[in-house]
């Protein structure tokens, strides 16, 4: 299975969407920061994973007192995982871990109730009792939300602690200072009397807790499950998210796909993110487009929908299909390696390197932004070129954006940006343009990012245009117009 480097979460929206998550539980927290994607060979237990969030968001939506009722137990519980290794281990148990212990088996319980009052049946969920261990912290059966150590566990013990009280009264009713130094010296062995007592029954009961620690563990790991998959369902009911299709064909079909925090952005500043769909077969598929065009919002997009199938969750997109995927492998303009020593284009190469060692591993997504651009453009075409010829043979999704022309698209998917394609510059007046304070807002709103299936077309020149639009000083612009056309 293949893991996602932290800079790709934040990138392409994932940490975004993990915050929109409703989690409950501490170990949920932990849990969503170290996902992995199911991998081909657990098609089984991702298709499982989203036949438990259906029923889970049908719970949500029409039987909102089981939401409550289950939310109101999990936000209760306490990551004591800790104590587990030490009851595993046989590190003797204070007061504090005991209580932990106690109160989470009284959480269990108060789950496994809810789950038998409500008739719920999730696949592969079934959390073991433990009766037997809330009924060796609590023998008094008081069935009270705290601990100590009881007169219950040792007959001596209760004696010593008798005798302590008695001994503490009589202190209280002495005047005689001698007397009273006596008997706080009397005390104070019973006093020690009572800690060797006690540090003794933590130790048997250390001893006798450790045969449940990995029923223990096995429950925790349970809570954690149900905790993301009820967030899970919650955020699909919030956004409005589909559970995708898991096909055993060689296609990935996106409809109306959608990126809520890049949404959330363009909100902000009084846009929207405009909806893009694309169906991708295995071999290369190029995407082409101006810069500004939008090209590095769908590729992210793409991987943030993809992503989120293959990890087990519903998509921001009317309709998804798609396999399991052995690994997902971005190439994007924020390459970490720069800031390790590697040059911009270094750093690329050796990202490029990794992505074409996987694509011979196995079936996989490759996204590629803008490939090459951290050398000359004559340069760079003949990589883009190599490597869209490379890939277009292999058995992997591969995806690659370019502003370069002349690129060989022989038997190679196209999609293009549609852009300012439909924009008639010439009815726009340079005088207005520049005198307006919000060019580029303005450009976004007449940026079309739809995208459209082509055949060795042309990459789109939208450069020019958009210098004449956002108002590039006038002479600075003849020039390039001058170069432009010879």
């Known amino acids: 299975m293949y893991k996602l480097k932290k800079e790709e979460i934040r990138d392409i929206g994932l940490n975004f969407v993990f915050s929109q998550m409703k989690i409950l539980t501490p170990m949920g927290r932990n849990r969503i920061k170290n996902l992995e994607i199911f991998g081909k060979d657990n098609k089984e237990k991702l298709l499982v994973e989203f036949s438990n969030i259906s029923y889970c968001l049908d719970n949500i939506i029409n039987r909102k007192e089981v939401y409550t009722q289950f939310a109101s137990i999990l936000s209760k519980i306490k990551d004591i995982s800790g104590t587990i290794t030490n009851l595993k281990n046989q590190r003797t148990l204070d007061i504090v871990e005991l209580y932990e212990v106690k109160l989470f088996s009284y959480y269990v319980n108060s789950l496994i109730k809810a789950v038998h009052t409500n008739n719920i049946s999730i696949q592969n969920f079934e959390l073991e009792s433990l009766n037997d261990v809330y009924a060796l ?45 006596k008997t706080l010296s009397k005390r104070r062995d019973l006093v020690y009397q009572e800690e060797i007592r006690e540090q ?93 065009g939008g090209k590095s919002l769908t590729l992210k997009t793409l991987l943030l929908n993809v992503t989120l199938a293959q990890l087990g969750f519903f998509v921001f997109a009317d309709y998804v299909s798609l396999p399991v995927l052995d690994y997902i492998y971005m190439i994007m303009d924020d390459l970490q390696s720069v800031n390790r020593g590697l040059s911009s284009f270094g750093a690329e190469i050796k990202a490029l390197d990794e992505a074409i060692d996987l694509s011979l591993s196995g079936r996989g997504l490759i996204v590629m932004d803008e490939l090459a651009r951290g050398t000359n453009p004559q340069e760079g075409k003949a990589i883009v070129n190599a490597v869209v010829r490379f890939l277009n043979d292999k058995d992997t999704f591969s995806v690659i954006s370019t502003h370069y022309d002349s690129i060989d698209l022989k038997d190679v998917v196209q999609y293009r940006v549609r852009g300012l394609k439909n924009i008639d510059f010439d009815k726009l007046s340079v005088s207005s343009i520049s005198e307006s304070s919000s060019n580029h807002e303005l450009l976004q709103q007449l940026m079309d990012y739809t995208l459209e299936k082509c055949e060795d077309e042309a990459v789109p020149k939208d450069a020019l245009n958009i210098c004449k639009f956002l108002g590039l000083n006038q002479e600075l612009y003849s020039i390039i117009k001058k170069y432009y056309e010879e």
């Open 137 to 181: 912290l609590d023998p008094e059966g008081m069935k009270l939300p705290t601990f100590m150590i009881y007169d219950d566990y040792c007959e001596n013990l209760s004696k010593i602690r008798k005798d302590k009280k008695r001994l503490e009264q009589e202190i209280r009713n002495e005047t005689n200072s001698d007397l009273i130094e």
């Open 200 to 292: 003794e029954i933590r130790k048997e009961l250390t001893k006798k807790l450790g045969h449940f620690a990995y029923i223990i563990e096995k429950d925790i790991n349970l809570i954690t499950y149900l905790d993301l998959l009820i967030a899970k369902a919650k955020l699909a009911k919030d956004y409005k998210c589909n559970c995708p299709k898991i096909t055993d064909t060689y296609e990935i079909h996106l409809d109306n796909m959608n990126n809520p925090y890049f949404n959330s952005i363009l909100k902000e500043k009084g846009s929207s993110y405009v909806p893009v769909g694309l169906k991708l077969q295995e071999g290369a598929t190029v995407i082409t487009g101006a810069n500004m």
